[in-house]
């Protein structure tokens, strides 16, 4: 019985998907012969109800149950880095059978260069992951060797967190969740190609050693691993990462399937043994006193103690040693052409382009509890090996280190993702999805962000169901999206908060009541986490409420006293606690050092009110202008457009519009070489068109109107029309 | 019959969710294809019409859902927008003076304001008459009747009037554009005509595009098809004009302080942005550096503003003072150049005994010509007092004519009075008599001009053939910097758009001052500055992003 309802329910939900071209002649052929006909089907039409309703294993039951096979899944997904668990993960909450393809259980979530989470932009992206409910907040919480608020005094939309991490920690922990998740299977394989079925619809991968997996959601998460080539000096081999072989064949089949790939560059300097370091005479740098979490989910909050870095300099010896072997370099020897990242620049680099510096900053950061790797932060090469450890040695308290790792270059494919929309479904085959590097970016958290969308959208597209597309201004996790499938790319995509126009409402702090929501109706919220959200949220508006209503006299106390002589405003005859904290410089702490605080508040709550208030007119002006732009960005362009025929547009707007193909006006107008007059001129066009058809539409209901009441009249017209 | 009711409904759920097409057309299509819709649904036999909404938006679910924080302060954040964003709507409010200028003026000018805020704009700009007469303080809560002719008058931010106008509301969607539209009916002069303008675009408004209320009109479902093709040559015209306007635009009025200021703002914007993404690799940001330029910058925005106002010149006109010795043609210049008599000529030196005025107008600006007595020595007491006059209207005046005969050529008696009238005013050295002056004098009267130094300009004419007058007037608008403002012409208009620009960002900076003296984070002043550079270069916000982080990695050694 359980079985047949299901049934049922897959069955009127594919033709709801389909209902384009069933529903009309469902409607109109004669009706005695649909066989579910049951007032069922307008239930089962509405969407929202449809989702909130079902138990969220029991759509994949017929793709699991028709298909035993170990081979059969609902979502494969090819990689298992930063991008790949957040990925599986999310499909397999989800309800999706999902298998996790590496070619390393022993590397998963691997940090192959800095050891760290977070910073400007990319904590944002951390605490939007796990606002949706990922783990990439929740791992570097517990994995945390140190945490810095930074910006901390520059505003509340730029203040970001960062937390070193233990590498080996992080893997482990991250291996623990994706082997205890349900529906999740992870298992070892080269994946060197994509089954495409008929329909230019993804049907699973071919592994090297001949197995094959079938589903109908692929995600690839490649890394740095397709066609990956690792460089030291003049030396090159194919790998993915230093000691891990690279992913070969997988490049040249997508390139059969008509994909455009090309070549990107990064670099991870070299590691040396912190015993082997005098730390006596150099800055330390400490963590913060008071810890502050990426995870909005409090079970996460365990503090730890903390490990120190360091800070030291490239001396005048450092520059002449790199200046005498600049030819020995790939960059100024001229043997390796892809593109290195601007703000990810070698030493040589710098110390080229910024002739004038005396001295460059370089961070020592350790790479875990347990271990004795120091990550030389700032000092990238391409110098060969036998330069390297003199080079190391030229920085003060390195001076008689010994190093575990060389630095090295490593040369990857990528696929430049105007081949996505924005679901990061490819556009030529249905189902397949990319994530991660393969896309052009780099960072642990831009592949994290990637694939917990890539994973939620293969979870639904085998479930049948609509895509989900953050906007541009709901997140940064968007906006990173927006950004790569509209903009030419052309080195490796990192956030900054400068990507974003939108960055005062895309806060740290409200990164769960923007995102938590979509997680909660997507199903990756679950109860308790949903509960919490709630009442988080009921707190923050009751104190909002509380502060807005309490009225302190000036004559009696010291907070107005003290509120005058912090801000040197004056302070008003019963002025209300709201007003208080609008003056420069009162932070919530002051009114509770009065006795007018709220202590059952978490300290997040008490910055989430603080936040909300003194910066009210700036928010409100932004989210209005937000919401007057909004309407016409988000007007949706047809697939089928031909750009081409559009003779009003630009010869470039034409061309970029035809390789981009975007989704919205918005998008459109973002695309490179697309004028103002060149979106003018869309809109003259989609209009027109919507003109025609709307008159094509009039003239034929107009005709069967017509019909219908006197059916003599259309035999006649067809007559006269065959005569 | 269950099923009937069934399909119904499904039929309804197709023509709401999926096919906006036909509800979408206003309220006249809505009804009527609804009604047939529901007769087809429930007995047609085939019908396919129904196609659905390109595929795409079957697959995709767009969410943009806003801070639940938020909610309360900005009311509805965008929930439907899913079923909003078909329609066409337009964010910005526009105004344009409608009837044509250029040409003689017409008795009756409009100026029109098409967009959300049109009625917000007419509001700041507009008082009723009928309002202030009840109720002073309630004027600010004009509550247009659409389609109802108020009589008032517009007035400036400071509350002076500009013009007596007739505002006629317009609201959505019974309008040209389908947007709430004002139209105030001005005095037809093109100098009420661009104050009220610009009144406007203080007031919030965007200038128009050529042909932009057109284009609005079209894309919210008015006029037919067959003029969208004309829309579409507007527009193609309007980008090979907007090239024009960008080329012309390098030489013409503000241009040169609209790169520099939009140069600033990227510069200070690179310092800010760099500390905000790099923080811990950067030196500190001077501070006190960074408020000082962007003083600097809201001084050079204000006085630009001020003093290259042709509002106020085109307001109050100019006062132009004819010195000279006695008998070199001041007064026949004055009579052939205000194509009167008012001044009486005789051959007889010192004629003129008094100050005498004539309004003449250039290119829209109202000019005020003083003649004077020609100065020299005198002993007659009736002409001694007309020199003093002379002098005092000298002083006076805005510009300077000094008028010398091409006949005699420089006399020591010039170089005598040129240090008795020698002030910073703009002067202009006129070469009178030019008909009957004698080949070479004009040479030596040059020379004399480059020696002098005080002249900006010179020009030779003729009272008596009215040879030269226009020269005169090119010279005049030149040393004002008008010569580029002719009248409803291209220059004028790219003009106003940079004036508009700068009005952008003197708002702009002025908040940013404020948060600045409030003492918000440093964040917060990348919004004000990003505003200005915006409303500086009229390019989007992705492209600032983009040219800030080049200039970032261009400036700083940045990267671990």
Same mark, same amino acid.
């Given at each position: 019985?359980?079985?047949?309802?299901?049934?049922?329910?897959?069955?009127?939900?594919?033709?709801?998907?389909?209902?384009?071209?069933?529903?009309?002649?469902?409607?109109?052929?004669?009706?005695?012969?649909?066989?579910?006909?049951?007032?069922?089907?307008?239930?089962?039409?509405?969407?929202?109800?449809?989702?909130?309703?079902?138990?969220?294993?029991?759509?994949?039951?017929?793709?699991?149950?028709?298909?035993?096979?170990?081979?059969?899944?609902?979502?494969?997904?090819?990689?298992?880095?930063?991008?790949?668990?957040?990925?599986?993960?999310?499909?397999?909450?989800?309800?999706?059978?999902?298998?996790?393809?590496?070619?390393?259980?022993?590397?998963?979530?691997?940090?192959?260069?800095?050891?760290?989470?977070?910073?400007?932009?990319?904590?944002?992206?951390?605490?939007?992951?796990?606002?949706?409910?990922?783990?990439?907040?929740?791992?570097?919480?517990?994995?945390?060797?140190?945490?810095?608020?930074?910006?901390?005094?520059?505003?509340?939309?730029?203040?970001?967190?960062?937390?070193?991490?233990?590498?080996?920690?992080?893997?482990?922990?991250?291996?623990?969740?994706?082997?205890?998740?349900?529906?999740?299977?992870?298992?070892?394989?080269?994946?060197?190609?994509?089954?495409?079925?008929?329909?230019?619809?993804?049907?699973?991968?071919?592994?090297?050693?001949?197995?094959?997996?079938?589903?109908?959601?692929?995600?690839?998460?490649?890394?740095?691993?397709?066609?990956?080539?690792?460089?030291?000096?003049?030396?090159?081999?194919?790998?993915?990462?230093?000691?891990?072989?690279?992913?070969?064949?997988?490049?040249?089949?997508?390139?059969?399937?008509?994909?455009?790939?090309?070549?990107?560059?990064?670099?991870?300097?070299?590691?040396?043994?912190?015993?082997?370091?005098?730390?006596?005479?150099?800055?330390?740098?400490?963590?913060?006193?008071?810890?502050?979490?990426?995870?909005?989910?409090?079970?996460?909050?365990?503090?730890?103690?903390?490990?120190?870095?360091?800070?030291?300099?490239?001396?005048?010896?450092?520059?002449?040693?790199?200046?005498?072997?600049?030819?020995?370099?790939?960059?100024?020897?001229?043997?390796?052409?892809?593109?290195?990242?601007?703000?990810?620049?070698?030493?040589?680099?710098?110390?080229?382009?910024?002739?004038?510096?005396?001295?460059?900053?370089?961070?020592?950061?350790?790479?875990?509890?347990?271990?004795?790797?120091?990550?030389?932060?700032?000092?990238?090469?391409?110098?060969?090996?036998?330069?390297?450890?003199?080079?190391?040695?030229?920085?003060?308290?390195?001076?008689?280190?010994?190093?575990?790792?060389?630095?090295?270059?490593?040369?990857?494919?990528?696929?430049?993702?105007?081949?996505?929309?924005?679901?990061?479904?490819?556009?030529?085959?249905?189902?397949?999805?990319?994530?991660?590097?393969?896309?052009?970016?780099?960072?642990?958290?831009?592949?994290?962000?990637?694939?917990?969308?890539?994973?939620?959208?293969?979870?639904?597209?085998?479930?049948?169901?609509?895509?989900?597309?953050?906007?541009?201004?709901? /997140?940064?996790?968007?906006?990173?999206?927006?950004?790569?499938?509209?903009?030419?790319?052309?080195?490796?995509?990192?956030?900054?908060?400068?990507?974003?126009?939108?960055?005062?409402?895309?806060?740290?702090?409200?990164?769960?009541?923007?995102?938590?929501?979509?997680?909660?109706?997507?199903?990756?919220?679950?109860?308790?986490?949903?509960?919490?959200?709630?009442?988080?949220?009921?707190?923050?508006?009751?104190?909002?409420?509380?502060?807005?209503?309490?009225?302190?006299?000036?004559?009696?106390?010291?907070?107005?006293?003290?509120?005058?002589?912090?801000?040197?405003?004056?302070?008003?005859?019963?002025?209300?606690?709201?007003?208080?904290?609008?003056?420069?410089?009162?932070?919530?702490?002051?009114?509770?050092?009065?006795?007018?605080?709220?202590?059952?508040?978490?300290?997040?709550?008490?910055?989430?009110?603080?936040?909300?208030?003194?910066?009210?007119?700036?928010?409100?002006?932004?989210?209005?202008?937000?919401?007057?732009?909004?309407?016409?960005?988000?007007?949706?362009?047809?697939?089928?457009?031909?750009?081409?025929?559009?003779?009003?547009?630009?010869?470039?707007?034409?061309?970029?519009?035809?390789?981009?193909?975007?989704?919205?006006?918005?998008?459109?107008?973002?695309?490179?070489?697309?004028?103002?007059?060149?979106?003018?001129?869309?809109?003259?066009?989609?209009?027109?068109?919507?003109?025609?058809?709307?008159?094509?539409?009039?003239?034929?209901?107009?005709?069967?109107?017509?019909?219908?009441?006197?059916?003599?009249?259309?035999?006649?017209?067809?007559?006269?029309?065959?005569? | 019959?269950?099923?009937?009711?069934?399909?119904?409904?499904?039929?309804?759920?197709?023509?709401?969710?999926?096919?906006?097409?036909?509800?979408?057309?206003?309220?006249?299509?809505?009804?009527?294809?609804?009604?047939?819709?529901?007769?087809?649904?429930?007995?047609?036999?085939?019908?396919?019409?129904?196609?659905?909404?390109?595929?795409?938006?079957?697959?995709?679910?767009?969410?943009?859902?806003?801070?639940?924080?938020?909610?309360?302060?900005?009311?509805?954040?965008?929930?439907?927008?899913?079923?909003?964003?078909?329609?066409?709507?337009?964010?910005?409010?526009?105004?344009?003076?409608?009837?044509?200028?250029?040409?003689?003026?017409?008795?009756?000018?409009?100026?029109?304001?098409?967009?959300?805020?049109?009625?917000?704009?007419?509001?700041?700009?507009?008082?009723?008459?009928?309002?202030?007469?009840?109720?002073?303080?309630?004027?600010?809560?004009?509550?247009?009747?659409?389609?109802?002719?108020?009589?008032?008058?517009?007035?400036?931010?400071?509350?002076?009037?500009?013009?007596?106008?007739?505002?006629?509301?317009?609201?959505?969607?019974?309008?040209?554009?389908?947007?709430?539209?004002?139209?105030?009916?001005?005095?037809?002069?093109?100098?009420?005509?661009?104050?009220?303008?610009?009144?406007?675009?203080?007031?919030?408004?965007?200038?128009?595009?050529?042909?932009?209320?057109?284009?609005?009109?079209?894309?919210?479902?008015?006029?037919?098809?067959?003029?969208?093709?004309?829309?579409?040559?507007?527009? /193609?015209?309007?980008?090979?004009?907007?090239?024009?306007?960008?080329?012309?635009?390098?030489?013409?009025?503000?241009?040169?302080?609209?790169? /520099?200021?939009?140069?600033?703002?990227?510069?200070?914007?690179?310092?800010?942005?760099?500390?905000?993404?790099?923080?811990?690799?950067?030196?500190?940001?001077?501070?006190?550096?960074?408020?000082?330029?962007?003083?600097?910058?809201?001084?050079?925005?204000?006085?630009?503003?001020?003093?290259?106002?042709?509002?106020?010149?085109?307001?109050?006109?100019?006062?132009?003072?004819?010195?000279?010795?006695?008998?070199?043609?001041?007064?026949?210049?004055?009579?052939?150049? /205000?194509?009167?008599?008012?001044?009486?000529?005789?051959?007889?030196?010192?004629?003129?005994?008094?100050?005498?005025?004539?309004?003449?107008?250039?290119?829209?600006?109202?000019?005020?010509?003083?003649?004077?007595?020609?100065?020299?020595?005198?002993?007659?007491?009736?002409?001694?007092?007309?020199?003093?006059?002379?002098?005092?209207?000298?002083?006076?005046?805005?510009?300077?004519?000094?008028?010398?005969?091409?006949?005699?050529?420089?006399?020591?008696?010039?170089?005598?009075?040129?240090?008795?009238?020698?002030?910073?005013?703009?002067?202009?050295?006129?070469?009178?008599?030019?008909?009957?002056?004698?080949?070479?004098?004009?040479?030596?009267?040059?020379?004399?001009?480059?020696?002098?130094?005080?002249?900006?300009?010179?020009?030779?004419?003729?009272?008596?053939?009215?040879?030269?007058?226009?020269?005169?007037?090119?010279?005049?608008?030149?040393?004002?910097?008008?010569?580029?403002?002719?009248?409803?012409?291209?220059?004028?208009?790219?003009?106003?758009?940079?004036?508009?620009?700068?009005?952008?960002?003197?708002?702009?900076?002025?908040?940013?001052?404020?948060?600045?003296?409030?003492?918000?984070?440093?964040?917060?002043?990348?919004?004000?500055?990003?505003?200005?550079?915006?409303?500086?270069?009229?390019?989007?916000?992705?492209?600032?992003?983009?040219?800030?982080?080049?200039?970032?990695?261009?400036?700083?050694?940045?990267?671990?």
């Amino acid at each position: 019985m359980r079985a047949a309802a299901a049934a049922t329910a897959t069955v009127s939900l594919r033709h709801f998907r389909s209902f384009p071209t069933i529903v009309p002649s469902l409607l109109f052929s004669s009706s005695s012969s649909i066989p579910f006909h049951s007032p069922r089907l307008c239930v089962f039409l509405r969407p929202r109800q449809l989702f909130l309703n079902r138990p969220l294993a029991a759509s994949f039951s017929s793709s699991s149950s028709g298909a035993t096979s170990d081979s059969t899944y609902d979502v494969i997904v090819v990689g298992a880095g930063h991008a790949g668990c957040e990925a599986a993960l999310a499909s397999a909450r989800l309800g999706a059978s999902t298998l996790l393809l590496t070619l390393n259980l022993d590397r998963i979530a691997w940090q192959p260069c800095n050891p760290a989470v977070g910073g400007p932009a990319k904590s944002q992206l951390v605490h939007e992951v796990d606002a949706l409910g990922g783990d990439i907040g929740k791992v570097a919480d517990r994995c945390y060797l140190q945490k810095r608020i930074l910006n901390v005094s520059r505003g509340p939309a730029v203040r970001s967190l960062r937390a070193q991490t233990d590498k080996r920690e992080y893997a482990t922990e991250m291996k623990k969740i994706v082997d205890s998740t349900e529906n999740l299977c992870i298992r070892e394989a080269m994946v060197t190609d994509i089954i495409v079925g008929k329909n230019d619809n993804v049907k699973g991968v071919a592994t090297f050693f001949g197995m094959n997996f079938y589903a109908p959601s692929v995600i690839l998460t490649t890394g740095t691993f397709m066609s990956g080539k690792i460089w030291v000096g003049k030396k090159s081999m194919p790998a993915g990462r230093a000691g891990e072989s690279a992913s070969q064949g997988l490049t040249e089949n997508l390139q059969k399937l008509g994909f455009e790939t090309d070549r990107l560059k990064t670099g991870t300097p070299a590691r040396v043994d912190r015993r082997t370091i005098d730390f006596s005479n150099l800055e330390a740098q400490h963590g913060d006193e008071e810890v502050s979490w990426f995870s909005f989910d409090p079970d996460f909050h365990i503090e730890r103690e903390q490990m120190c870095c360091y800070l030291t300099r490239t001396t005048k010896i450092t520059h002449q040693l790199i200046r005498d072997n600049l030819h020995e370099t790939p960059t100024y020897g001229g043997w390796v052409e892809a593109k290195g990242p601007r703000y990810c620049p070698s030493i040589e680099d710098k110390i080229v382009r910024f002739k004038d510096k005396e001295s460059h900053q370089i961070f020592l950061e350790p790479e875990g509890r347990d271990v004795p790797e120091i990550y030389v932060q700032g000092f990238s090469t391409g110098l060969p090996e036998n330069l390297q450890l003199p080079l190391l040695r030229s920085l003060p308290g390195l001076e008689n280190c010994s190093m575990l790792r060389p630095a090295y270059a490593v040369e990857y494919d990528y696929l430049p993702a105007h081949q996505c929309s924005r679901s990061l479904m490819t556009k030529k085959i249905e189902g397949l999805f990319f994530s991660g590097q393969i896309n052009g970016t780099t960072g642990y958290e831009e592949a994290a962000a990637q694939g917990i969308i890539s994973g939620i959208n293969a979870a639904r597209h085998a479930d049948g169901k609509k895509h989900v597309v953050l906007e541009r201004e709901s /997140s940064y996790i968007g906006t990173l999206i927006d950004d790569l499938v509209t903009k030419d790319l052309r080195e490796p995509y990192r956030m900054l908060t400068s990507r974003s126009e939108h960055r005062l409402l895309l806060r740290f702090d409200n990164a769960d009541s923007r995102l938590t929501p979509l997680g909660r109706e997507l199903g990756l919220i679950d109860d308790r986490r949903w509960k919490l959200y709630q009442e988080k949220q009921a707190r923050i508006s009751e104190e909002k409420k509380r502060l807005k209503t309490v009225k302190i006299s000036v004559a009696v106390g010291d907070l107005a006293a003290e509120v005058s002589s912090v801000s040197s405003q004056p302070v008003k005859e019963s002025a209300t606690l709201e007003s208080l904290l609008k003056k420069p410089h009162i932070h919530y702490k002051l009114l509770e050092k009065h006795g007018f605080g709220n202590e059952t508040l978490s300290r997040m709550e008490k910055d989430c009110v603080e936040i909300d208030i003194k910066y009210e007119g700036f928010i409100v002006r932004q989210q209005n202008q937000l919401q007057q732009m909004v309407h016409q960005q988000h007007r949706r362009l047809p697939d089928d457009l031909d750009y081409y025929s559009m003779t009003t547009l630009s010869h470039e707007g034409r061309e970029k519009l035809s390789k981009v193909r975007p989704e919205t006006i918005g998008q459109a107008s973002r695309v490179g070489g697309v004028s103002p007059a060149d979106i003018t001129a869309l809109l003259i066009t989609l209009e027109s068109n919507r003109r025609r058809t709307q008159d094509v539409k009039r003239g034929k209901i107009l005709e069967h109107a017509l019909a219908e009441s006197n059916p003599q009249w259309v035999e006649d017209r067809e007559h006269v029309v065959n005569e | 019959m269950v099923s009937l009711l069934c399909f119904r409904s499904v039929g309804v759920y197709l023509l709401r969710q999926a096919t906006p097409i036909i509800t979408r057309g206003g309220r006249i299509s809505r009804p009527i294809s609804k009604n047939l819709c529901f007769v087809l649904f429930s007995s047609s036999p085939k019908t396919s019409l129904l196609k659905p909404r390109a595929q795409s938006s079957e697959n995709n679910s767009l969410v943009f859902k806003g801070d639940e924080r938020v909610v309360g302060l900005v009311g509805k954040v965008v929930d439907d927008a899913f079923d909003k964003v078909d329609r066409f709507q337009s964010s910005s409010t526009i105004v344009a003076i409608v009837t044509p200028i250029g040409g003689p003026p017409g008795a009756v000018g409009i100026v029109r304001l098409s967009g959300p805020k049109a009625v917000e704009v007419a509001r700041r700009v507009f008082r009723s008459a009928k309002k202030t007469k009840k109720k002073e303080s309630d004027s600010d809560t004009w509550r247009p009747k659409s389609h109802f002719v108020e009589y008032g008058v517009v007035v400036d931010s400071n509350g002076n009037v500009v013009d007596e106008v007739l505002a006629v509301p317009m609201l959505a969607p019974r309008s040209y554009t389908r947007e709430d539209v004002v139209e105030l009916q001005c005095h037809g002069s093109e100098v009420c005509l661009r104050r009220v303008l610009r009144t406007c675009v203080e007031a919030g408004a965007r200038l128009a595009e050529p042909g932009e209320f057109t284009l609005r009109a079209f894309l919210n479902g008015r006029l037919d098809l067959s003029q969208a093709e004309n829309v579409e040559k507007l527009i /193609s015209a309007k980008s090979s004009a907007a090239a024009d306007a960008a080329l012309e635009g390098i030489q013409g009025g503000f241009s040169s302080l609209v790169k /520099s200021l939009r140069a600033q703002c990227i510069e200070l914007l690179t310092e800010i942005e760099a500390r905000l993404d790099f923080e811990d690799e950067m030196p500190p940001l001077d501070i006190e550096s960074v408020i000082n330029k962007i003083t600097s910058m809201s001084q050079n925005v204000e006085s630009a503003l001020d003093t290259a106002n042709y509002d106020k010149l085109l307001q109050s006109g100019l006062q132009i003072a004819i010195v000279g010795r006695p008998n070199v043609g001041k007064s026949s210049l004055l009579n052939a150049w /205000s194509k009167s008599e008012r001044a009486i000529v005789t051959e007889v030196a010192g004629t003129t005994r008094d100050v005498v005025e004539a309004n003449v107008t250039v290119r829209g600006v109202p000019i005020t010509l003083l003649d004077t007595a020609g100065i020299r020595e005198t002993n007659d007491i009736v002409e001694k007092i007309g020199v003093e006059r002379s002098e005092t209207a000298a002083k006076v005046a805005d510009v300077i004519i000094m008028a010398v005969s091409a006949v005699e050529g420089w006399t020591e008696e010039d170089t005598e009075l040129l240090r008795k009238i020698q002030s910073d005013k703009p002067m202009i050295l006129v070469m009178n008599k030019i008909d009957c002056a004698p080949p070479g004098s004009c040479d030596q009267l040059e020379d004399q001009r480059k020696k002098e130094e005080v002249f900006h300009k010179s020009v030779f004419t003729s009272a008596v053939t009215g040879q030269g007058i226009e020269e005169l007037e090119d010279a005049i608008l030149e040393i004002l910097g008008l010569d580029r403002v002719p009248t409803g012409g291209h220059q004028w208009t790219v003009n106003q758009r940079q004036c508009e620009q700068l009005v952008r960002t003197k708002e702009a900076l002025v908040r940013l001052r404020e948060a600045i003296e409030d003492e918000i984070p440093i964040d917060f002043w990348t919004i004000e500055l990003r505003e200005a550079a915006l409303s500086l270069a009229q390019i989007s916000g992705q492209d600032v992003s983009e040219e800030v982080l080049s200039s970032i990695f261009a400036k700083f050694c940045i990267g671990k």
